[in-house]
C-alpha cells in the first residue's frame, strides 16, 4: 500500500491511532491538532461518505446532542446530522472560531466552536474525541 497512492486512508489510520494511543499531557494540544486534518480530510474529499446520521443517533457513538449550543441558520439542534455537524466544526476550525473552556481541574476541558452561520457547539474533549474515532472508523470500512 503506497502512502501517496491511499494518502487519505493511511492519514486516518494513523490519526485513529494517535487518539487511541496517546495519553500525555498535551492530549488536548494533539486533538485540536489533528481536528484540522481530521475534520478537513473527510469534508473536502469524501464528504459523500460522511453518513448523515441523525444528532440522536450520535449519542450511540457517545456524542451528547446537549454539546449543540445553537444549530444556526434557524435551525433546531435535532435537524442537524453528523455530516452538518462535520461541516460546521470544519468551518470553525478554519476560520480560527475556536475557544477552549476550562473546568476547576484543567485547563482546557474541551473547546467551543462557532462558524459565521451561527452554529455554536461546547463539546468536551472526550466527546470530540468520540465523534472523530467513530467517523475515523466508520470512513475506513
Given at each position: 500500500m503506497s502512502?501517496?497512492?491511499?494518502?487519505?486512508?493511511i492519514f486516518?489510520?494513523?490519526?485513529l491511532?494517535?487518539?487511541?494511543?496517546?495519553?500525555?499531557e498535551?492530549?488536548?494540544t494533539l486533538?485540536?491538532?489533528?481536528?484540522?486534518?481530521?475534520?478537513?480530510?473527510?469534508?473536502?474529499?469524501?464528504?459523500e461518505l460522511i453518513?448523515?446520521?441523525s444528532?440522536?443517533?450520535?449519542?450511540?457513538?457517545?456524542?451528547?446532542?446537549?454539546?449543540?449550543?445553537?444549530?444556526?441558520?434557524?435551525?433546531?439542534?435535532?435537524e442537524?446530522?453528523?455530516?452538518?455537524?462535520?461541516r460546521?466544526?470544519?468551518n470553525?476550525?478554519?476560520?480560527?472560531?475556536?475557544?477552549p473552556?476550562?473546568?476547576?481541574?484543567?485547563?482546557?476541558?474541551?473547546?467551543?466552536?462557532?462558524?459565521?452561520?451561527?452554529?455554536e457547539?461546547?463539546?468536551?474533549?472526550n466527546?470530540?474525541?468520540?465523534?472523530?474515532?467513530?467517523l475515523?472508523?466508520?470512513?475506513?470500512?
Amino acid at each position: 500500500m503506497s502512502y501517496f497512492n491511499n494518502f487519505e486512508r493511511i492519514f486516518m489510520q494513523r490519526s485513529l491511532e494517535l487518539i487511541n494511543t496517546y495519553n500525555g499531557e498535551y492530549e488536548t494540544t494533539l486533538l485540536l491538532n489533528g481536528l484540522i486534518g481530521l475534520l478537513f480530510f473527510p469534508h473536502e474529499r469524501m464528504g459523500e461518505l460522511i453518513p448523515e446520521i441523525s444528532i440522536q443517533e450520535l449519542e450511540a457513538w457517545g456524542f451528547n446532542s446537549d454539546c449543540i449550543v445553537n444549530a444556526g441558520a434557524n435551525k433546531e439542534s435535532k435537524e442537524l446530522n453528523l455530516r452538518g455537524i462535520i461541516r460546521h466544526l470544519r468551518n470553525a476550525v478554519a476560520h480560527c472560531r475556536v475557544n477552549p473552556f476550562p473546568n476547576d481541574h484543567r485547563p482546557c476541558e474541551g473547546f467551543c466552536f462557532a462558524d459565521k452561520n451561527g452554529f455554536e457547539a461546547k463539546i468536551p474533549t472526550n466527546q470530540i474525541k468520540n465523534l472523530m474515532r467513530n467517523l475515523l472508523e466508520h470512513l475506513l470500512k
